[in-house]
């Protein structure tokens, strides 16, 4: 079964970190560009970050710039979202998404999506 797997969410006080996964299960990911995504409670899905197959070029949303780091590690097939400086706007549910490049996963044209993982950032 191809399918994304995120997991590492949870709750965190402000000013808190966390670190997201996304794994590939059943195919390679380092064919794919990985975008990460998040909805927070009555707000549009928003793009955060997304990285490019070989690793070489990413990109932040303004809201993250600074404090978010993504990365990956091909050989374990495997993406990461280092989250530092969490806010409480930052609460929300995170997805990752693969697809051929970072222009195809920001318009939401990817071609696997994972399930989510929770966010919670609160006193």
């Known amino acids: 079964q191809l399918q994304l797997v995120e997991s590492g969410g949870g709750l965190v006080q402000p000013g808190g970190s966390l670190r997201l996964s996304c794994a590939a299960s059943?195919?390679?990911?380092?064919?794919?560009?990985i975008g990460w995504f998040r909805r927070a409670p009555g707000k549009a899905r928003e793009g955060v970050s997304c990285?490019?197959?070989?690793?070489?070029?990413?990109n932040y949303a303004d809201s993250v710039k600074g404090r978010f780091t993504i990365s990956r590690d091909n050989a374990k097939n495997t993406v990461y979202l280092q989250m530092s400086s969490l806010k409480s706007e930052d609460t929300a549910i995170y997805y990752c998404?693969?697809?051929?490049?970072?222009?195809?996963?920001?318009?939401?044209?990817?071609?696997?999506w994972g399930q989510g993982t929770q966010v919670t950032v609160s006193s």
């Open positions: 990285i490019t197959s070989s690793g070489g070029s990413t």
């Open positions: 059943g195919f390679a990911l380092d064919r794919y560009a």
């Open positions: 998404a693969a697809s051929a490049t970072c222009f195809r996963v920001r318009s939401g044209t990817s071609d696997y």
